[in-house]
């Protein structure tokens, strides 16, 4: 029944002109040769297709066949049915209006989702390619077209991570990589071939917009296997390495993006982007950077003579770019990429100017960011060795600078603890070495008012601040141990009294208070353990005005011995610098006593 009617379709169309055509008889023709498919009557739609006669009518009307033949094909359900729908997508591709066509073939990519993207994209690509290639004009509209169509379905995919991941490629992502490379080729080529072509300069443009693309996703989060002597089983790799070539082909290589990027007329401003695209453009930007440094790809186009610092200078944009995101995939790409710049430096030689450059602070508050809030440990400790790697190249001046911008803008005990650490030790490096003026006298004591001091005041929540305090009492008996009153190197004995105002005397105050309350809660919990046994074991306790999670009774008076045991310590060490403090100070009112 449904050949009968196509072919009754067919009859009384093949006495009109195609300009003749109905609106009806398109959709006729679509439901009749729809219903064919559907019955099994592939091999009869076969026929009337490679028919001469009816070569006009499959021009103007066959593009309407593609989806039904492209879904029998997705189905798969019958091999021999499955030969011949191939035969008549093949001979739709060859017959029809490649406008049409598509069109088409787009709204076909377009619409499925999940693993099915990969199959469609797959499928059709190379018909998609033969259709743009008979186009008579405005190729260039028409590949931007399927280029940003297909990167937007593509971008649906997950990003496979592991070695496993990348084998099974159970999203087809890695596959749809290799075969969007071969479905690009042709069309780098002719713009290689005729660079005169006013048409061949906009079809330029769109490729550097699939390029750019391309950089960010997969690139951007792609994770690389380890090289090897066989990089073709890293389909990422090979992914990324075409599309370093095509830039290169169609003038824009490595060196240019790379050495124009940030500067206010940059080679590709005349582009279209959209807003949200150009947005995205420093994280393309930033990936191309990753691929070139770290992974090597492109870097043999880069000259020799660029020094250490211009190269950290042109990557901090970017690593900053990386470390803005929350992702471990990506940002873990900026501590690899700042490990690679800062390892070319000498320690020591990073010019403190190179602190106004924006980026140059924002990378270490990226750093602390990671170090605080990355769930990973490795990455983690990978942040706080990038972060001391950095201070390590920065100059005497750069240093203080980094560390009082630490000190003000990190709001984390630990981190704190981190950085007095190290202004200990560059004060140590100042008494031992060269003279340091930037970690002595009035430089220094200005940093020792941010560090010797507690944020609010007695109140300050010692425990929650414990690393910093610990950290700060450490550092006070060091100096006080190491500077001579007569010396007064450090300027420490000349700042004593505000020293303690500011610092002892409030912490005495807070540790007193602490104490007090958590000695009351430990009483109160331990008078409270029969009525929690009775409550199926659970109890509640308040600390400093927030209640402790749920916890057995037991518990919950170990994390308060344990409050307690802190500010034991904080005491003791407290108590040690205050009586270092008096020995050193006796001990000069003596010597100055003998010398009259």
């Not at 084998?167 to 749809?176: E, F, I, N, R, T």
């Not at 389909?235 to 824009?252: D, M, N, Q, T, V």
């Amino acid at each position: 029944m449904a050949v009968e009617e196509l072919q009754s379709i067919i009859k009384r169309c093949q006495i009109l002109e195609e300009h003749d055509f109905k609106e009806g008889d398109f959709g006729l023709f679509q439901l009749a040769g729809q219903r064919c498919i559907e019955d099994g009557y592939i091999n009869q739609l076969l026929e009337i297709i490679q028919d001469e006669k009816n070569k006009t009518i499959i021009k103007s009307m066959g593009w309407n066949l593609v989806g039904p033949v492209v879904r029998c094909l997705l189905r798969g359900r019958e091999e021999d049915k499955r030969e011949e729908c191939f035969l008549i997508f093949d001979l739709l591709v060859k017959l029809c209006n490649p406008k049409e066509l598509l069109l088409g073939l787009l709204e076909l990519i377009e619409e499925p989702s999940g693993k099915q993207i990969s199959q469609i994209i797959l499928l059709l690509l190379q018909p998609l390619q033969t259709v743009i290639q008979k186009l008579p004009n405005n190729k260039a509209y028409s590949v931007g077209l399927a280029l940003s169509t297909l990167w937007s379905q593509l971008s649906l995919l997950p990003v496979p991570h592991s070695e496993e991941q990348i084998q099974a490629d159970d999203y087809g992502l890695c596959q749809c990589c290799k075969a969007l490379i071969e479905f690009t080729k042709p069309f780098v080529e002719e713009v290689i071939s005729d660079k005169e072509n006013k048409e061949n300069a906009k079809l330029k443009d769109e490729l550097l917009k699939f390029c750019f693309k391309g950089l960010k996703c997969p690139l951007l989060t792609a994770q690389f296997l380890e090289q090897s002597e066989d990089v073709g089983n890293d389909p990422f790799r090979c992914f990324a390495s075409e599309i370093i070539g095509f830039l290169s082909k169609i003038g824009h290589p490595v060196p240019q993006i790379i050495l124009n990027h940030g500067r206010k007329k940059r080679t590709w401003d005349y582009l279209e982007f959209e807003e949200e695209e150009d947005k995205q453009l420093a994280e393309s930007v930033a990936s191309l950077t990753y691929l070139v440094f770290v992974q090597g790809i492109g870097i043999d186009q880069l000259p020799m003579v660029l020094s250490p610092s211009y190269l950290l200078q042109l990557n901090m944009e970017h690593i900053e770019v990386f470390l803005q995101r929350t992702e471990q995939s990506i940002y873990s790409k900026g501590l690899e990429l700042l490990e690679t710049s800062l390892l070319r430096l000498e320690d020591n030689s990073l010019c403190y100017q190179y602190l106004e450059i924006k980026s140059f602070l924002a990378v270490p508050q990226g750093l602390v960011k990671v170090m605080t809030l990355c769930p990973i440990e490795t990455l983690r400790k990978k942040g706080l060795s990038m972060l001391q790697l950095f201070i390590d190249k920065l100059d005497s001046q750069g240093k203080y600078t980094l560390f009082r911008c630490l000190l003000n803008t990190s709001n984390h005990s630990g981190v704190e603890a981190f950085v007095i650490q190290n202004i200990k030790n560059q004060i140590d490096l100042s008494f031992k070495k060269t003279y340091n003026k930037w970690f002595a006298g009035a430089q220094l004591i200005s940093l020792l008012d941010l560090v010797l001091s507690l944020p609010e005041c007695a109140e300050t929540d010692l425990l929650q601040n414990s690393d910093r305090i610990m950290a700060s009492l450490n550092l006070l008996r060091y100096l006080v141990i190491k500077d001579n009153e007569d010396d007064n190197q450090t300027g420490l004995w000349t700042e004593l009294g505000k020293i303690e105002n500011n610092f002892l005397k409030p912490l005495h105050i807070g540790l007193n208070m602490s104490k007090a309350h958590y000695e009351a809660e430990i009483k109160n919990s331990q008078q409270n353990n029969q009525v929690a046994s009775m409550c199926k074991g659970v109890c509640s306790v308040t600390v400093g005005g927030e209640e402790i999670p749920s916890m057995p009774p037991e518990m919950q008076l170990k994390v308060l011995h344990s409050a307690l045991f802190t500010f034991d310590l904080i005491e003791s060490v407290l108590a040690r610098v205050e009586e270092l403090i008096e020995i050193k100070s006796k001990s000069t009112s003596e010597e100055n006593v003998g010398i009259k």
